[in-house]
């Protein structure tokens, strides 16, 4: 079964970690987002899902629903929260508490193997507002629209698996 409507509103999926490159160059080409935005995708607040190529093979990334192995959202910027899930993988200094399941759990080891991980992103972008109040308040519009995003794919996911993906379940028994 392909990825559900989980991803409808999602880019491309891009490797999330490359030895050779840097981390702040987060592969910004990989990212090809449907509709355009004003500014840089990574910097948005948005959604973003984590997926594991069990095969370890590029050219075969047809993800299913059961390779989500996380779903997770920022009003901070997507680049710097997905930097912060790669850190807490390769520091073991827990600013991510998705990636810090990976370290703690014995059955989720198997995710540390970096060079397997995938994400795709939903960027939400804001209206530019020129009065300093209709700025505030398009900022917490956009605040409940990301993370109403974000529960719109849990429902999605769990209609789908019957649970939430792996590390985002804090105490699932596997």
């Not at 779903?71 to 991510?96: A, D, P, V």
């Not at 209206?127 to 999605?156: H, M, P, W």
Request: hydrophobic share 30%; with cysteine.
């Amino acid at each position: 079964m392909a990825v559900s409507k989980i991803v409808d509103n999602f880019s491309d999926w891009a490797k999330l970690y490359c030895e050779n490159s840097k981390r702040e160059n987060l592969q910004k080409e990989f990212f090809k987002v449907g509709k355009k935005l004003k500014n840089d995708p990574l910097g948005c607040r948005g959604v973003y899902i984590i997926a594991y190529n069990k095969n370890g093979k590029e050219n075969q990334l047809n993800f299913s629903d059961k390779d989500i192995i996380y779903i997770g959202m920022t009003n901070s910027g997507l680049k710097k929260r997905l930097n912060q899930f790669i850190s807490t993988l390769i520091t073991e200094n827990i600013t991510h508490s998705g990636a810090s399941r990976i370290l703690k759990k014995k059955e989720y080891k198997v995710y540390n193997n970096r060079k397997n991980l995938y994400v795709s992103i939903w960027p939400i972008s804001e209206d530019e507002k020129t009065n300093e109040d209709e700025q505030y308040l398009e900022s917490l519009r956009i605040k409940g629209k990301v993370a109403k995003a974000e529960y719109d794919c849990f429902i999605e996911y769990a209609r789908i698996k019957k649970n939430l993906p792996d590390l985002n379940s804090k105490d699932r028994k596997k």
